[in-house]
């Protein structure tokens, strides 16, 4: 919630300010214990052979945190977890990147990191299906794969002597078309069992990216490939009217696109995470208070997205 700044009435300021009192009331109780800010004292129980962790310190013999955020113990190892912090990459991460490099036998990929990331030739699904070895002719094609600029998905294989290192073997990876990239703290995307989702009422495709990078765009079936067919087609300009229809995105879709990528940027905004039941709420209270898209980015909704959220931790809470 630091620096939010929205043009906000007297009245609307103290309804925002009561929705988040109430919702760190809420938080507040969770965790309490293990929250900690800086210079804080971390309880060890005087046990022999702690090891000091990431965000701690010994001072005068105490353990002193020197973050904050929340106290993580493995073994006799103490640490501090940062609440706000860069992406740190996992195996098995979906990411979502833009290329910003092609180079001998690998894209490079900017995905929030430190570094950049490096997609393989070899880690990726050729568009033809068909499991073999790369040949030249193969990495003389690779920018009818993908170019720079385009956006793609892809999955962290693991780190390697030259960085950080992605895959794509499935059909479900690949080149992203036809919707929105948004950018959202990485901290507000958590690892969850699904990060591909499909808002069937509103024929979206959602794909919340650990790395912060969120894709909102047309639904794609599963037999369609995600990645561009890299055979050039000897008669490109007589192409079909059945072909220009499959590159069109109707009316409809593309304002729930924008509907649903306003709704993560109020969600970003208030500093709230990232999930499937939390994004379809908001846009289904955007639709039932008769909001047009450009609306939502308004003040009053942002006070309504807070009321709303603190009523369903609140709900949520009391079913426990």
Not at 27 to 39: E, P
Not at 88 to 93: A, N
Not at 231 to 244: D, Y
Request: one cysteine or more; charged letters at 25%; a neutral charge.
């Amino acid at each position: 919630m630091r620096g939010l700044q929205l043009p906000l009435s007297q009245t609307q300021k103290v309804r925002l300010q009561n929705a988040l009192n109430h919702l760190e009331s809420l938080s507040s109780k969770v965790n309490s214990d293990a929250s900690v800010t800086v210079a804080d004292s971390i309880s060890v129980n005087h046990e022999d052979g702690v090891l000091k962790g990431h965000g701690t310190a010994d001072i005068q013999g105490d353990l002193v945190a020197t973050l904050c955020g929340v106290v993580e113990r493995v073994n006799k190892l103490v640490y501090v977890r940062a609440l706000r912090s860069r992406y740190k990459p996992e195996v098995g991460d979906i990411v979502i990147g833009r290329v910003v490099e092609v180079s001998q036998k690998r894209w490079r990929l900017e995905i929030n990191y430190s570094q950049d990331a490096v997609l393989m030739l070899s880690s990726m699904n050729m568009p033809d299906g068909v499991q073999r070895r790369r040949t030249a002719v193969d990495e003389l094609n690779m920018r009818s794969i993908f170019e720079e600029k385009d956006v793609v998905c892809a999955e962290v294989r693991g780190f390697q002597h030259d960085g950080l290192h992605l895959q794509a073997r499935s059909q479900k990876y690949g080149k992203l078309n036809r919707g929105q990239l948004l950018t959202v703290p990485p901290y507000l995307v958590k690892r969850q069992k699904q990060h591909y989702h499909h808002l069937e009422q509103f024929g979206v495709d959602l794909i919340l990216g650990c790395n912060g990078f969120i894709w909102v765009g047309e639904h794609i079936e599963a037999k369609d490939d995600m990645v561009e067919d890299q055979v050039s087609h000897p008669n490109k300009n007589s192409a079909s009217l059945e072909e220009l229809e499959k590159n069109y995105t109707a009316l409809e879709t593309r304002k729930y696109i924008c509907r649903a990528a306003n709704a993560i940027r109020v969600l970003s905004t208030l500093g709230f995470n990232m999930t499937l039941e939390i994004i379809k709420g908001v846009i289904d209270l955007s639709l039932s208070q008769n909001l047009d898209i450009h609306d939502m980015l308004g003040s009053e909704f942002f006070v309504l997205v807070a009321e709303k959220e603190a009523e369903r931790r609140s709900s949520s809470k009391k079913k426990r």
